[in-house]
């Protein structure tokens, strides 16, 4: 598992090589998904992105945001 921003000024960026290691990308927001289509769509062939519908307001690691993770994130894998 690893994880990686969509904005260039991110902690770890995405990249093409991220998304070429990944079986499964999730997103946290429409916009994120829309903006990683957009930018990388030749890149996107065969692998899964998953927008899970939460709004990106949430610190790193917060208790509430991990918590919605747990729920969503096992019935796509």
């Known amino acids: ?38 930018r990388y769509r030749s890149k996107l062939k065969g692998k899964r992105l998953i927008c899970l519908d939460i709004p990106d307001d949430y610190d790193f690691m917060d208790a509430g945001l991990t918590a919605i993770l747990k729920t969503k994130v096992p019935r796509h894998l």
């Open 1 to 38: 598992m690893s994880s990686a921003g969509t904005n260039n000024d991110a902690e770890n960026p995405l990249s093409a090589e991220l998304i070429e290691w990944a079986d499964i990308l999730f997103v946290m927001e429409r916009t994120h998904r829309a903006k990683i289509q957009q």
